[in-house]
């Protein structure tokens, strides 16, 4: 399983990214999909994660410090997750990492790197 993920960059407080993180198979092969944050000096966090069900329906979770400012969802046809990131703040910045689970697996793709200027 292969996880690429792109988008990041440098951005002005208040401003907008997305990023997308494109996966080698089928999206439905996982059970969650999630995006996780590691800021210097700092443990890696998660961010933002969607569950991957065979029925219908999807959960979401966004961690306190982006939750109504994030958004985070899927395209089933291009397999890939994104991470809409709005109202960016400085205490954004990080390397952000996509990553995928099933069942015990779990799957990480390289980061790529959010600044976020004041």
């Known amino acids: 399983v292969q996880l690429q993920a792109s988008g990041g960059g440098l951005v002005q407080a208040g401003g907008s990214l997305r990023l997308s993180c494109a996966t080698s198979?089928?999206?439905?092969?996982?059970?969650?999909l999630a995006w996780y944050r590691q800021a210097p000096g700092n443990q890696r966090e998660l961010v933002a994660s969607i569950t991957i069900p065979i029925g219908s329906g999807r959960t979401t979770n966004y961690s306190e410090a982006v939750k109504g400012r994030f958004t985070i969802s899927t395209d089933n046809t291009k397999n890939v997750v994104y991470l809409q990131m709005d109202s960016l703040k400085p205490e954004d910045t990080a390397v952000y990492y996509c990553?995928?689970?099933?069942?015990?697996?779990?799957?990480w793709g390289k980061g790529t790197q959010v600044t976020v200027s004041s």
């Open positions: 198979g089928s999206i439905f092969s996982f059970d969650t």
């Open positions: 990553n995928a689970r099933w069942t015990s697996l779990n799957y």
